[in-house]
């Protein structure tokens, strides 16, 4: 993707390529549907860095016209160790797109009253923009309690309840989207365009995090929304009726070439770890089976590689945004 081609929108610190138009999307479609030739591959990696280059140089501007630097706060609990990968990465992002970045790592037998007493304090300090807390908490914490307790102008993961519901209702504008779905959704935009009048879109997976602010911010674009989950009946059918298929469950490679319509777009977003032919050695794999997907989609995301640097990306967005409502930039 072209560097020149990524600019930032306003509406729910969304970053996006300008749309294609319709006629040639509708072609895209149809030409890749009848070629069947190798799917293109969504490169999540080679976007991430351009949005992140978008930010940064967003970040300077803001910094020099008014002294304001975007201020990102992870709190993390314990010592899983997958979350203290996540947690580096984004704070390795946070400083190369310039902002401030603090960590806050509390003992895994910490009461709730510690960490809604951080967050209390961070909620009150107006040198942060965002606030993180990095999921899974241990087993004693209620993590709504928690989530919940950030106040919904820092919530840059979205999932205050005030956040979920502006975007349900369409509110775009003042609600932060949550990384993954916001992620997600620029790199369909970026394969058939910002309006998806006219096609189907599949999500399976129902969660709060990725399948349901997913379906939102499709419905909000005008595809035709099903979402599916471990009731649905059916599923390969249904899955075969999508032009865009988004995979949210975390179940390794279930989604097989069969499921996929000619030409679809396919968005991986599982992440699931799987040893390598019985060796102790393990690699990992998404929900789409991605051998297979390339065979039959028009374009699909790696993992990892896709779905992923996105997501990061995303967060720092939504804290460059909540940082340029402070200075009242819109
Ligand atoms: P979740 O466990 O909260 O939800 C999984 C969903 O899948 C549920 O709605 C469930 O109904 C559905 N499901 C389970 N089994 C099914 C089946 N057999 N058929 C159809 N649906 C089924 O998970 P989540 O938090 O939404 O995450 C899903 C996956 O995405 C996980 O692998 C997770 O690690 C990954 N993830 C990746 C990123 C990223 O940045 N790449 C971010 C968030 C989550």
């Given at each position: 993707?072209?560097k ?5 929108r ?5 970053l996006?390529a ?9 072609s895209l479609?149809?030409l890749?549907?009848k070629?069947m ?10 976007m991430?860095a351009?949005c992140?280059e978008?930010i ?6 803001l910094?020099?016209?008014t002294g304001?630097k975007?201020?990102?706060?992870v ?5 899983d160790?997958?979350?203290q990968v996540?947690?580096r990465?984004?704070k390795?992002t946070?400083e190369?797109?310039?902002?401030n970045?603090v960590?806050?790592s ?7 009253e510690d960490v809604?007493?951080?967050i ?6 107006p040198?942060v ?8 908490l241990?087993?004693h914490?209620d993590?709504e309690?928690i989530t ?8 840059v993961?979205?999932f205050h ?5 502006m ?5 775009l504008d003042g609600?932060f989207v ?10 369909i935009?970026?394969q058939?365009?910002?309006d998806?009048?006219g096609?189907?879109a599949?999500i399976?997976g129902r969660?709060?995090i990725?399948?349901?602010?997913m379906?939102?911010l499709?419905l909000?674009?005008?595809?035709t929304?099903t ?11 249904v899955a ?6 988004v ?10 070439g069969e ?7 396919v968005?991986?977003v599982?992440i699931?770890r799987?040893?390598?032919?019985g060796e ?15 065979e039959i989609?028009g374009?699909v995301?790696p ?5 992923g640097?996105m ?5 720092m967005?939504n804290?460059?945004?909540?940082a340029e409502?402070v200075?009242c930039?819109s």
């Amino acid at each position: 993707m072209r560097k020149d081609a990524v600019y930032v929108r306003g509406i729910g610190g969304l970053l996006s390529a300008p749309p294609k138009d319709r006629l040639h999307r509708w072609s895209l479609i149809f030409l890749r549907s009848k070629s069947m030739t190798n799917a293109k591959r969504i490169d999540g990696k080679a976007m991430a860095a351009a949005c992140s280059e978008s930010i940064s140089a967003r970040t300077a501007q803001l910094v020099e016209r008014t002294g304001v630097k975007p201020g990102l706060t992870v709190v993390i609990v314990g010592e899983d160790p997958a979350s203290q990968v996540y947690v580096r990465n984004k704070k390795r992002t946070a400083e190369a797109c310039g902002f401030n970045s603090v960590q806050h790592s509390l003992p895994e037998d910490s009461t709730e009253e510690d960490v809604l007493s951080l967050i209390d304090e961070l909620n009150n300090d107006p040198s942060v923009h965002g606030i993180l807390v990095q999921l899974p908490l241990p087993g004693h914490l209620d993590e709504e309690l928690i989530t919940q307790s950030i106040r919904p102008e820092k919530d840059v993961d979205g999932f205050h309840f005030q956040n979920i519901g502006m975007l349900t209702a369409g509110h775009l504008d003042g609600a932060f989207v949550p990384c993954t779905p916001a992620g997600c959704m620029l790199m369909i935009e970026e394969q058939v365009g910002k309006d998806l009048s006219g096609l189907n879109a599949v999500i399976i997976g129902r969660s709060n995090i990725v399948g349901k602010p997913m379906a939102s911010l499709l419905l909000k674009a005008n595809a035709t929304v099903t979402i599916c989950h471990s009731r649905t009946k059916d599923l390969p059918e249904v899955a075969c009726s999508a032009d865009i298929l988004v995979a949210a469950v975390g179940r390794a490679e279930m989604v097989k070439g069969e499921w996929i319509k000619p030409g679809a777009v396919v968005i991986d977003v599982g992440i699931n770890r799987i040893e390598v032919d019985g060796e102790k050695k393990n690699k990992l794999v998404g929900d789409v089976n991605y051998g297979e997907a390339v065979e039959i989609a028009g374009a699909v995301t790696p993992v990892p590689g896709g779905v992923g640097p996105m997501t990061i990306v995303m967060l720092m967005a939504n804290t460059l945004q909540s940082a340029e409502r402070v200075a009242c930039i819109s």
